[in-house]
């Protein structure tokens, strides 16, 4: 946020990058859950039919992506899809953690001496 203080009467042009960039990205998992749930809505048109059936395409090519991967086997367009949904859930779950105030354990290395 302290970037979008220090651009935001700098140019324009650079209001609109860090927006487009920060803002946007932050709130891509909601703007998709938004747009399937109008979708379900509204299916009595026939452009939000053809929308659905693209994004449950895409969830599946997602889906695919990620047993692919787990199988050793990669498909480039798959693990881009696959990791595309995968940022989006983390983000999900990471803010759900943040709204409900709940604690997730932090990562505590070990250290390279352990004793035999």
């Not at 809505?41 to 997602?62: E, K, N, P």
């Not at 949904?85 to 759900?96: D, H, T």
């Not at 953690?97 to 035999?116: D, F, G, I, M």
Request: proline share 3%; net charge positive.
């Amino acid at each position: 946020m302290n970037e979008i203080r220090r651009v935001s009467f700098s140019s324009p042009l650079a209001l609109i990058h860090v927006v487009s960039r920060r803002l946007l990205r932050w709130w891509t998992p909601f703007f998709l859950i938004a747009a399937f749930g109008s979708n379900l809505f509204l299916l009595d048109i026939a452009l939000y039919q053809a929308t659905l059936l693209l994004q449950l395409l895409f969830y599946c090519a997602a889906l695919i992506g990620a047993l692919l991967n787990g199988l050793g086997r990669k498909n480039v367009i798959l693990s881009l899809a696959s990791a595309f949904c995968l940022a989006n859930i983390a983000f999900l779950v990471s803010s759900f953690n943040l709204v409900t105030a709940r604690k997730v354990p932090k990562y505590v290395p070990t250290s390279r001496h352990e004793e035999r």
